[in-house]
Nanobody, 122 residues
Framework: VLLVESGGGSVQIGGSLRLSCVVS????????LGWFRQAPGREREGVAAVAPDGSIHYEDSLKARFTISKDNAKNTLYLQMSSLTPSDTGMYYC?????????????????WGQGTQVTVSS
C-alpha cells in the first residue's frame, strides 16, 4: 500500500486547509485509514480515522474543527481542518492498517505516507 499526502502549507490563525491522501491498491477499501499529526518534540497523535465499515472516529478535542472523509472512487482520504491555531502546527500523516483496535494508536497502523507540513501562524 502506498500513501501520498498533499495539501499542507502555511495558513494564518483561524484559516482552513484540506489535506488529501491518495491510497494505492485495489483493496484500499478494506483498510482502516487514519490521520495523525506530530509537532516538533512531541509524539505522533491520532486525529481522525475511518474504519472499513465507514464508521468515523475523532479525537475528542478536534472533532468540532476537523472532518475526515473518504472518496472510494478516487481512493482518496481527506481531512478538512478549520479554525486553525498555532497548536495545530505539525507534520500530518496518513496511515493505513489491516486491523486496528485503537484508532488513535500509531503502532497499530501498518503503512504510512511521507507526511505533509501544516504551519499556522499569525
Amino acid at each position: 500500500v502506498l500513501l501520498v499526502e498533499s495539501g499542507g502549507g502555511s495558513v494564518q490563525i483561524g484559516g482552513s486547509l484540506r489535506l488529501s491522501c491518495v491510497v494505492s491498491g485495489n483493496t484500499s477499501n478494506r483498510y482502516f485509514l487514519g490521520w495523525f499529526r506530530q509537532a516538533p518534540g512531541r509524539e505522533r497523535e491520532g486525529v481522525a480515522a475511518v474504519a472499513p465499515d465507514g464508521s468515523i472516529h475523532y479525537e475528542d478535542s478536534l472533532k468540532a474543527r476537523f472532518t475526515i472523509s473518504k472518496d472510494n472512487a478516487k481512493n482518496t482520504l481527506y481531512l478538512q481542518m478549520s479554525s486553525l491555531t498555532p497548536s495545530d502546527t505539525g507534520m500530518y500523516y496518513c496511515a493505513a492498517g489491516v486491523y486496528v483496535a485503537d484508532f488513535f494508536r500509531a503502532s497499530e497502523y501498518n503503512f504510512w505516507g511521507q507526511g505533509t507540513q501544516v504551519t499556522v501562524s499569525s
